[in-house]
């Protein structure tokens, strides 16, 4: 069964932080990986990666990917309260995304 | 473009009723997927849909659940009859053909069984 772990479940941080998110997979068939932020309602997307080693950036989150160890870091500096979100991860196997339970971000003022 | 647009967007039920929740994906989209997301579970697909056609649906969790894409701008997922362990945030997404990763997600509707 394809399985998705993120880590830690939750985070509390200060403003100006920079924090560090992994998600591990065991997939059969992998396709990609991809992040989503979730804050009050529904998820949105972030980040989709396939090759290994080629950094995503988007202002002051990125990830990468590496498909030999079979994890993903999604990194966020200089952390705002406008960052505080529960981010998903979720890999493409032969199935459509299986997602992982989250990590529960909280930055404070 | 408006989104995803699911409703009702809270659904307070007792259990045996039968509820049905509905969705619009974002037009031109060619999938269509239904979610559910609990605290223990996370987020689990139920069923995907291309070209309102199902393609996989073994996330369906029991006979009691059904989903249904009439037309490409439409789709119902219904229970019946409820049971007290269905309540979950049920999420609708919508992807264009050649990115079906990249889901819009809808608002969600909060289906509470008592």
């Known amino acids: 069964e394809d399985k998705v772990v993120q880590s830690p479940l939750s985070l509390v941080v200060h403003e100006g932080d920079t924090v560090t998110l992994n998600c591990s997979y065991e997939?059969?068939?992998?396709?990609?990986l991809l992040w989503y932020k979730q804050e009050k309602k529904a998820p949105t997307f972030l980040f989709m990666l396939?090759?290994?080693?080629i950094e995503k950036k988007s202002g002051r989150l990125s990830s990468i990917l590496d498909k030999k160890e079979l994890f993903s870091i999604l990194n966020i500096t200089a952390t705002q309260t406008g960052d505080s979100a529960i981010y998903l991860c979720?890999?493409?196997?032969?199935?459509?995304?299986?997602f992982g339970k989250g990590t529960r971000l909280s930055v404070i003022a | 473009d408006a989104g995803v647009i699911q409703s009702p967007r809270h659904e307070v039920t007792e259990m045996g009723q039968e509820v049905t929740l509905r969705c619009k994906p974002i037009?031109?989209?060619?999938?269509l997927f239904w979610y559910r997301q609990t605290m223990m579970r996370g987020l689990e697909l139920l069923i995907y849909?291309?070209?309102?056609?199902?393609?996989?649906d073994s996330g369906m969790p029991e006979d009691r659940f059904s989903a249904k894409m009439p037309n490409a701008s439409f789709s119902t997922l219904k229970i019946q009859p409820s049971e007290p362990r269905d309540s979950a945030v049920y999420f609708c997404?919508?992807?264009?053909?050649?990115?079906?990763?990249?889901?819009?997600f809808g608002p969600g509707t909060r289906l509470t069984v008592l």
């Open positions: 997404a919508s992807s264009p053909l050649g990115s079906y990763n990249e889901q819009f």
């Open positions: 997939v059969t068939n992998f396709r990609s």
């Open positions: 396939t090759s290994s080693g």
């Open positions: 979720a890999v493409e196997a032969l199935a459509p995304l299986v």
């Open positions: 037009s031109g989209h060619d999938y």
């Open positions: 849909f291309n070209n309102n056609v199902p393609i996989d």
